[in-house]
């Protein structure tokens, strides 16, 4: 079974602050995502990763940056964090081209 | 662009047959993918449809028309557990082969 990891399930930050959110998969997957999720938005792609080192911008990349310095672990980070990144992030890995599996997800609300 | 439709909400009633339609249209179509998702818990893959036709998998089957840009999702039998948000998402060859989410469908099971 693919196992994707979220290094908290709540998270509760204030205005500023600088937030780290992680994600470790244990399948070698080359492909690993950041979406959040809003109501009425659907999930939308933060950043993605294709390859160690290697990062791409998503949809909504503002006010977010990512770091991936090994194949298992891709990381979202929140420069400053805002009201407006309250939300819902899920991870999610896929091998090649095929289905994404998701991680459990991490519900952040910023005060 | 990618612009994905599939309705709000639907209801339906234990051991029926409910039908969830998605249309897209996008330039690149590379694959129509459907996961299922409860309430407060990450998405799980439910199906996969890259050719015209129909793929069964147990109770669930999808159906997919290129020409039409239209899928659905077929769930018989339907049981309280079924209750869930069902996520239709397309990938796009244009958009890094990335995947493209619907705003999902919330359905309900009632006795």
């Known amino acids: 079974d693919v196992k994707v990891t979220q290094s908290s399930r709540y998270l509760v930050k204030r205005t500023g602050e600088k937030v780290f959110l992680e994600c470790v998969q244990d399948?070698?997957?080359?492909?690993m995502f950041w979406y959040r999720q809003d109501p009425g938005l659907g999930l939308r792609l933060i950043y993605f990763s294709y390859d160690v080192k290697m990062k791409e911008k998503g949809d909504i990349p503002e006010g977010y940056s990512v770091s991936r310095e090994k194949k298992e672990r891709f990381s979202l980070i929140l420069e400053s964090a805002s009201t407006n990144q309250t939300s819902m992030y899920l991870c999610?890995?896929?091998?090649?081209?095929?289905?994404?599996?998701f991680g459990p997800g991490t519900r952040l609300l910023v005060l | 662009g990618q612009n994905i439709d599939q309705p709000t909400e639907m209801t339906a009633t234990e051991g029926a047959i409910v039908q969830i339609n998605c249309t897209y249209q996008t330039s690149g179509f590379n694959g129509l993918f459907w996961y299922q998702q409860h309430a407060g818990e990450a998405p799980t893959f439910l199906s996969y449809n890259v050719l015209d036709g129909l793929e069964e998998k147990g109770r669930f089957s999808s159906f997919l028309s290129r020409s039409k840009g239209y899928s659905y999702l077929l769930l018989k039998e339907l049981q309280m557990k079924d209750s869930a948000s069902y996520l239709c998402?397309?990938?796009?060859?244009?958009?890094?082969?990335?995947?493209?989410f619907g705003t999902g469908t919330r359905l309900t099971v009632i006795p």
């Open positions: 399948m070698d997957h080359e492909n």
């Open positions: 998402a397309v990938r796009d060859q244009t958009g890094a082969n990335n995947l493209f």
């Open positions: 999610a890995t896929s091998p090649g081209q095929k289905t994404q599996y």
